[in-house]
Nanobody
């Protein structure tokens, strides 16, 4: 399994922006961002194919978040703009070799990072 380490979380005011990063230990995987707020189930945010050609977003992320990757740096990114208090959650990156990565199901991912906290104040 690939090792994943997220960074870039923090406290931001509503309307602000953050960019999350996920450093992978190596290899080319289909990858995704999920998030989990306290007391809620883990939620799909966005996914990207290993080559970066295919991208899928969860409904809440469309138009505000952008997923991207730099395979030369083994790094996955999530640019989050126009943040809202309801975006407050722990954000996780995940990796898989499965072609079904674009279903947005956490069951399709077998490697996970430890998470990075994003807090959006109103």
């Amino acid at each position: 399994q690939v090792q994943l380490v997220e960074s870039g979380g923090g406290l931001v005011q509503a309307g602000g922006s953050l960019r999350l990063s996920c450093q992978a230990s190596g290899g080319l995987y289909n990858m995704a961002w999920f998030r989990q707020a306290p007391g809620k189930e883990r939620e799909f945010v966005a996914a990207i194919s290993w080559a970066g050609e295919d991208i899928v977003y969860g409904d809440h992320a469309k138009g505000r978040f952008t997923i991207s990757r730099d395979n030369g740096k083994n790094t996955l990114y999530l640019q989050m703009n126009s943040l809202k208090p309801e975006d407050t959650a722990t954000y996780y990156c995940a990796a898989t070799v499965r072609g079904s990565y674009d279903r947005g199901s956490e069951a399709d991912f077998n490697s996970w990072g430890q998470g990075t906290q994003v807090t959006v104040s109103s």
